[in-house]
Each structure stands twice: as C-alpha cells, then as structure tokens.
C-alpha cells in the first residue's frame, strides 16, 4: 500500500512538473493533488485501524476499505486532471 502510494505521489509530481498549462489546468492539478492527499490520508487511518486490531476478519475488512477509498481517490483526482487538460 505504501508503495503505491508513493508511486502514485511520484507520478502526480511529474506530471506536475511536465505540465506548462494555463492556470485553469494548474488549479485543477493542484485539486487533484488535495484529492489524492485526502484519500491517502484516509486509507492511511485505516491501515492503522486495521493493525491494532485483533480479530482478523476486521483486519481484512480494513485494509480492503482502505485499498477502495485510495483507489476511488486516485480515480477521481485522474477525472480531475483530465477534465482540465
């Protein structure tokens, strides 16, 4: 999970980087970064929820809540981005 979310991080800063767009695209980029945050920061919350817990079924139901809402994240900051560009 962390190395997706790094992954995902490095690829939004080089986009970033790349992108010589009017401030439209440079506002929706920056949005779409808070997008990706939010949702890194949620899934984060519960991975951390998931490994204090003891029973395992919970675990499992965690992690996976954490893998959907990061992905719903990422896909809806990649809406974002291409919306404006």
Not at 50 to 72: F, I, P, R
């Amino acid at each position: 999970m962390l190395k997706l979310t790094t992954i995902a991080a490095a690829f939004a800063g080089a986009l970033a980087l790349t992108a010589c767009g009017s401030p439209e695209e440079d506002a929706a980029d920056t949005k779409a970064d808070a997008v990706e945050a939010a949702g890194e920061a949620q899934a984060d919350a519960l991975e951390r929820q998931a490994s204090q817990t003891s029973d395992e079924a919970t675990e499992k139901a965690l992690n996976e809540k954490a893998d959907a809402v990061e992905k719903q994240a990422d896909a809806k900051a990649e809406a974002i981005e291409d919306k404006a560009h």
